[in-house]
């Protein structure tokens, strides 16, 4: 499709004025982070890491933070296995119910994170009797981590085919050794982008997290939102949500990476 010069000019302003109305607010909150106003007066006046360094002394943010990872790494190894496997049964067998089976799967990323929250919160407390704890939230998180792995290894498993698969069995190969030798090592780097992107998504929750954390169980955004409001904590809160950009970012952009050269090496 070919436009007209002017089109190409309103497309481009129309998407330079959405990337600004995205990140310009996020460049707003690292600026505020070095910010020398506590009342976070604009423009900023100079530069300041005293915040950083409250931040890093901050008690509360550094136990924010680790539970964070912990619910993030444990979530992810958790949507990797368990997205692997549904990816490999949707994908490779059929049976009744399996277009059933695969909406199931996509639905818990699609649903309202209030709606998900409410219904697991009903479910560890009401039904189960579960006292909710970083486990409630690792179980909570996995149930939408599990769609990011298993929408990467379903992709990755329609483009390889079954072929290599069929010949390692005419070979002699069983299940497993065929699945360790041919079918994982095509799937790597789909697991990898799958996990770095459920890390990301677990990471930075809050919605789910709120409805399913008990007492002590206090992750960075749900420490931002519990601080953010407080006037000598506004600077500190601007540092910890550099942070969380930052470990937000990266995995994302490995992914992208990740999926980008495999998509040049085929």
């Not at 309103?10 to 004025?17: I, N, P, Q």
């Not at 994982?184 to 780097?189: E, F, I, V």
């Amino acid at each position: 499709m070919t436009l007209s010069p002017l089109s190409r000019r309103v497309l481009a302003g129309l998407t330079f004025g959405v990337l600004a109305l995205i990140y310009v607010p996020l460049l707003v909150v690292v600026a505020n982070s070095v910010n020398p106003s506590q009342s976070m007066t604009w423009p900023p006046d100079g530069v300041t890491f005293e915040w950083w360094r409250r931040a890093a002394h901050s008690a509360g943010a550094r136990e924010a933070l680790v539970t964070s990872l912990q619910v993030a790494v444990i979530a992810t190894a958790l949507a990797l296995l368990l997205g692997t496997l549904l990816a490999l049964a949707l994908q490779r067998y059929s049976f009744f119910g399996k277009n059933a089976v695969n909406l199931l799967v996509i639905l818990p990323i699609a649903l309202p994170g209030v709606v998900t929250g409410i219904a697991l919160n009903n479910g560890f407390k009401g039904i189960m009797g579960v006292d909710l704890s970083l486990w409630t939230i690792v179980v909570a998180h996995a149930t939408f981590c599990i769609v990011t792995v298993f929408n990467n290894v379903q992709a990755r498993l329609r483009r390889m085919g079954t072929s290599l698969e069929e010949a390692s069995a005419d070979l002699g190969a069983g299940v497993l050794t065929t699945f360790r030798l041919v079918t994982l090592p095509q799937l790597r780097s789909a697991l990898l982008a799958g996990g770095m992107l459920a890390f990301a998504l677990s990471f930075d929750e809050i919605i789910v997290t709120t409805f399913t954390a008990g007492q002590g169980a206090t992750t960075l955004p749900i420490w931002i939102l519990n601080n953010m409001f407080r006037p000598n904590q506004a600077p500190v809160v601007n540092v910890v949500a550099v942070v969380l950009i930052v470990f937000s970012i990266i995995p994302v952009w490995l992914a992208q990476r990740l999926s980008s050269d495999v998509e040049g090496v085929r």
